[in-house]
């Protein structure tokens, strides 16, 4: 599409991100990216965010559930198509909430020189657990006294 229309992204996507382009291609486009998002979503295994229904439970109670919403809203960088403000707040802050989840088990088993424990930190996730065990096995159970949980630090 870009090279026979002798376009480039930019101007492609400010085609995208116009409300009054209803050019074939680029409707195209724009569904490719809504089933991209939902592949996205897909994969993170959140499922309630593709339920427009609402009837689909989400798998942490921490979480909210709206629909993705795709469509022309506004943002920071203007008038763009993109999912709705409350989808594209939750996926952030689940998102934020698995990098926590991340770091504390990182922490757990050792992988940051100069750890920063938060109070409101994660406690390590089973696997962690599970990891952190299997590295005490392997070194015949004992943790040198490296800490109160055990960890590398």
């Known amino acids: 599409m870009m090279l026979a229309r002798d376009m480039?992204?930019?101007a492609t996507y400010n085609l995208v991100h116009n409300p009054d382009c209803h050019d074939e291609e680029i409707v195209e486009?724009?569904?490719i990216h809504e089933e991209i998002d939902r592949a996205t979503v897909e994969a993170y295994g959140w499922y309630?965010?593709?339920?427009?229904s609402g009837q689909t439970p989400h798998a942490?109670?921490?979480h909210e559930t709206f629909p993705l919403d795709h469509g022309f809203h506004e943002t920071d960088q203007g008038i763009r198509y993109t999912i709705g403000?409350?989808?594209?707040?939750e996926i952030i802050d689940r998102l934020r909430q698995l990098n926590h989840q991340a770091y504390a088990d990182e922490v757990h088993l050792g992988l940051h020189k100069k750890p920063v424990k938060h109070p409101?930190?994660?406690?390590?996730?089973?696997?962690a657990l599970r990891k952190r065990k299997e590295q005490?096995?392997?070194r015949g159970g004992s943790d040198f006294g490296e800490g109160a949980e055990g960890?590398?630090?």
Do not use: C, I, Q, V
Request: net charge negative; charged share 30%; aromatic share 4%.
């Open 120 to 127: 409101d930190m994660p406690k390590p996730s089973a696997d």
């Open 136 to 138: 005490l096995a392997a």
């Open 60 to 62: 942490d109670p921490t």
């Open 151 to 153: 960890a590398l630090f």
């Open 29 to 31: 486009l724009r569904r």
């Open 8 to 10: 480039g992204l930019t």
């Open 48 to 52: 309630d965010l593709l339920d427009d």
């Open 85 to 89: 403000l409350l989808a594209r707040t």
